[in-house]
């Protein structure tokens, strides 16, 4: 089963659901961090967060996009040496037609000299 479409319709609902959130509520919060406050729109809190928390998968996806690319070399190479092996089958059989071919000459010339 393909999960493209199930992970875009979140994403979709998930940045509506943030921007339906952030520009509802405007007014300013106060942030508290190691002692200092700062007096800071909620949109902009809210924004910041969900920015913060798409960033924080872009590893994973990159791994991903690795990992679907690694597979995809495996699979190649599989098929090269798929056909390597037919090519050397191929080849065998050739030199085994070929020898068969000279034995069945020199026995032929041996008889009529005979």
Known sequence: MNKKPIFL??????????VAVAGQNCEPVTLKFFGSQV?????VVAFA???????S??????NRAKEVKSGEIQVAWREQDEKLKEELTNDKIKLLEAKIQTLDAALKQSLKKK
């Open 39 to 43: 007096a800071v729109s909620f949109c």
């Open 49 to 55: 967060t969900f920015a913060l928390g798409c960033l």
């Open 57 to 62: 998968t872009l590893p994973v996806l990159l």
């Open 9 to 18: 319709i979140v994403s979709i609902l998930a940045i509506a659901l943030t």
